[in-house]
């Protein structure tokens, strides 16, 4: 009957200690961690491919023209990607418009090339169209490429001062 | 001394816009809007613009115009917003809206065009002469047709629609028509109507049969009485016997020929 008490007993004992051992070793882990103060973060960031479009300059001066004759594909705008990808130049017009706006001209007697030419009217030269349209000028990663631009003005076109815009994309 | 302060003026305005456009950079993620649409369906990009300059920059939408193919109808495409105004080293995001009509589009037809974005710098001011540069970006959109089909949404309205229908015509028939087709009033009134059916029809046969019997006795008499004259009795009004008429077949004439 003893031995049998001692060993309930001692059964008793060792699961109380076990407990006790259990109780401890977790408290123990909880201290460790909270008072770990090497934890790493790590930090992600994707960056985004892009190009970007600066032209040099907003306006484009041709000056006075003859009717019947052409500026002459010189007069530079600069257009600069600064961004990470390359991309290609896309343009488009709107027609000529006069002061009177009853009198007008074409959007694509306006002409441009990328090489500086003083050659006009009769040259193979691009026209600017009304629909946007690639130039096949492909602007390298932070890189400028020059546009030239020129303007034939019609034989018998009324004495005026016409204006027009030019919109210039960069396309990636 | 007064023009050169004018000309110095001048000058410094035109430096300080130059260098207010030089640092105005308007930039976009890399990367064409290719989309494989049904017809006459709608999709939605995010186009993302980025000020990468140091001060705030306006921009305005330019829509596409896709080169016409004949006997199609080119896609409408439209972005919002359509301006607006980016802070320095900043993003927008513009909802580009494309929808390729069902109208005259088949599949296989290819559109292609570019969606631009120009720079307007606040201090924009627009030119008296000559050519106004306006400088952005652009993102090509191709667009290829696809056979349109029904949108799973419609498709599930159609088929709730009519279950619904044929629901409440099962229902209809089952629990309000039956019952009251089977009621013993309604079996009454069906058998009286049919009774009532019955006679009218009856009766109109009568009638039908009432009007040939007349018919028939009028034309019995007419036939009667064309038969008991001949064409000189009623010339002179004298009636004559059948059997004088035919030749003597009488008794008497009998008895005559016998002596």
Known sequence: ?172 | MAISKASFFVFLLSLILTSGIYHAQLGQAAGAFIINMSIGSTAERNWSLVNTGDVPLGYKIILPEFTPVPNATAPIVTAVPMNGTIPAHTSVTIKVIINLPYLNNKAGIRWDSVIGSVAQPLNFTQGTGGAQIQGGVGKEIVIRAQPPTIPPLELAAVVIAAVAVIGGAIYYYKFKFLPKYNSKESKAARAKAAKEKAKEKLSKMEAKLKVERSKLLAQARAIKGSRGTTASQRKTGVKKSKSKAKGGRTSRGRSARKK
């Open chain 1, 1 to 172: 009957m003893n031995f049998k008490t001692t060993i309930v007993n001692a059964g008793i004992i060792a699961v109380i200690a076990a407990m006790m051992l259990s109780v401890t070793f977790s408290i123990t882990g909880l201290s460790f961690s909270a008072n770990s103060g090497s934890t790493n973060v790590v930090a992600t960031v994707n960056v985004q491919t892009t190009c970007v479009l600066a032209v040099s300059n907003t306006a484009v001066n041709f000056l006075t023209v003859n009717p019947g004759a052409s500026t002459g594909v010189v007069n530079a705008v600069a257009d600069t990607n600064n961004g990470n990808v390359g991309a290609y130049i896309w343009i488009s017009g709107s027609n000529w418009i006069g002061a009177n706006i009853a009198i007008n001209f074409f959007v694509t007697n306006t002409i441009y090339s990328n090489a500086l030419s003083s050659e006009g009217a009769g040259f193979l030269f691009n026209s600017v169209g009304l629909a946007t349209g690639n130039t096949g000028i492909l602007v390298s990663t932070a890189g400028t490429n020059n546009l030239f631009f020129g303007v034939n003005i019609p034989v018998g076109q009324t004495a005026n001062a016409y204006t027009q815009n030019i919109v210039i994309n960069n396309v990636c």
